[in-house]
């Protein structure tokens, strides 16, 4: 689908990634757990994935 996925999220791919490493930020303000850790690096993933990185 390449850069037309973030058609879907109304803040669009910088709008969605910004608010996903927020959540990430405020949740790791009460420490770490297992799903902290896990949605951190789906976020970063999709990241990569959005500049073109990756392989998909």
């Not at 490493?21 to 990241?47: C, H, M, Y």
């Amino acid at each position: 689908m390449g850069d037309s996925v973030w058609e879907r999220f109304q803040g669009g791919k910088e709008g969605t990634l910004w608010y996903y490493r927020e959540i990430v930020a405020a949740f790791r303000k009460t420490g770490t757990t297992p799903i902290i850790d896990e949605l951190e690096q789906v976020v970063s993933f999709f990241a990569v994935v959005g500049n073109g990185g990756g392989q998909g």
